[in-house]
T-cell receptor, first 115, second 110 residues
């Protein structure tokens, strides 16, 4: 158990809909990262937050947004969903947020299926 | 842009048959190379961090090594429970996130 909690574990929805994925980081971790994993793309970095502030952005679509709240939990919002958004979405956390950060601790993921 | 390439994509071994997984990387200013293990339906689990060429880390049957252009994950006398996908990732001196390779799916038959 990594200590990172993600909900929901599974989500099935239709094209055009909007969903919210939630992540609670390990106790004491200030950084939260969101990754998308699909069969053909592997693990792709989406976005990082550190203590409530956006710190780094990857190949995140404009239809996707995220935020980190004062209690350090994070939410990833996916809107106008398309079939190609079906994937595993992972949240990870780490103690700090800079280039010297150690390892990331991953949750078990939220599997999104768009029909 | 950082690039990480892992080979082979899949590897089948008999129990006890040692082998190595390769991770080749291109990065501007390596600030860490990371190995993770991922079981089906689970999140990646951290194994090792290597920071400089020549560094080695060991854990049970796994040993990770690092050169200036690649890293190897050596698996000695593997057991079926070592079956998983092994992911390699790098962090550069400008980014805060990890860039992952495509992984090597290891299957160990009893």
């Amino acid at each position: 158990d990594s200590g990172v909690t993600q909900t929901p574990k599974h989500l099935i929805t239709a094209t055009g809909q909007r969903v919210t994925l939630r992540c609670s980081p390990r106790s004491g971790d200030l950084s939260v990262y969101w990754y998308q994993q699909s069969l053909d793309q592997g693990l792709q970095f989406l976005i990082q937050y550190y203590n409530g502030e956006e710190r780094a952005k990857g190949n995140i679509l404009e239809r996707f947004s995220a935020q980190q709240f004062p209690d350090l939990h994070s939410e990833l919002n996916l809107s106008s969903l398309e079939l190609g958004d079906s994937a595993l979405y992972f949240c990870a956390s780490s103690r700090a947020g800079g280039a010297n950060t150690g390892e990331l601790f991953f949750g078990e993921g939220s599997r999104l299926t768009v029909l | 842009e950082d690039q990480v390439t892992q080979s082979p994509e899949a590897l089948r071994l008999q129990e006890g048959e040692s082998s190595s997984l390769n991770c080749s990387y291109t990065v501007s200013g390596l600030r860490g190379l990371f190995w993770y293990r991922q079981d089906p339906g689970k999140g990646p689990e951290f194994l090792f961090t290597l920071y400089s060429a020549g560094e080695e880390k060991e854990k049970e049957r796994l040993k990770a090594t690092l050169t200036k252009k690649e890293s190897f994950l050596h698996i000695t006398a593997p057991k079926p429970e070592d079956s998983a996908t092994y992911l390699c990732a790098v962090r550069d001196n400008a980014g805060n996130m990890l860039t992952f390779g495509g992984g090597t799916r290891l299957m160990v038959k009893p």
